[in-house]
């Protein structure tokens, strides 16, 4: 399958599930992160590689721990809103409606201010490898 149709189908895949994906309670202050992985096949016709989307739930004053991963990744804000740090780079907030893109092995990091944030990822992974690395 070429790269544009693979880009495609994400982009569908993720209109699709925001407009069909139900809304989650409201994290507490004190409450972890929550995932919920919707959805993780192999991409037929792309050797190698798989899609992984989820939904997370991010609680308000929340930062993730400096990590990275060995496939693209794509998100998008569904409520609430999330800072992408990413080394060497500015900053890139994102609010509800916002999308953003994180190639490949970018080592990075979110955070959350008073709201927190809801979440659906997308990764188009390297199959057999973890889904993150963490970093220092």
Not at 9 to 25: F, N, P, Q, R, Y
Not at 93 to 115: L, M, R, V, W
Request: with cysteine.
């Amino acid at each position: 399958m070429p790269r544009s149709n693979v880009r495609n189908w994400v982009l569908v895949t993720l209109v699709w599930l925001c407009s069909t994906a139900g809304h989650a309670a409201e994290p507490s202050q004190s409450a972890s992160v929550q995932a919920e992985n919707l959805l993780r096949e192999s991409i037929v016709g792309v050797e190698g590689k798989e899609i992984i989307v989820s939904r997370v739930s991010f609680p308000p004053h929340t930062e993730l721990p400096w990590h990275w991963h060995p496939g693209e990744e794509f998100f998008y804000v569904i409520e609430g809103s999330v800072t992408l740090k990413r080394r060497g780079e500015p900053d890139l907030p994102a609010a509800q409606g916002d999308a953003q893109k994180i190639a490949p092995q970018i080592i990075h990091t979110g955070s959350t201010g008073e709201q927190g944030a809801e979440l659906v990822i997308f990764r188009v992974h390297a199959a057999g490898e973890p889904e993150r690395y963490l970093v220092d």
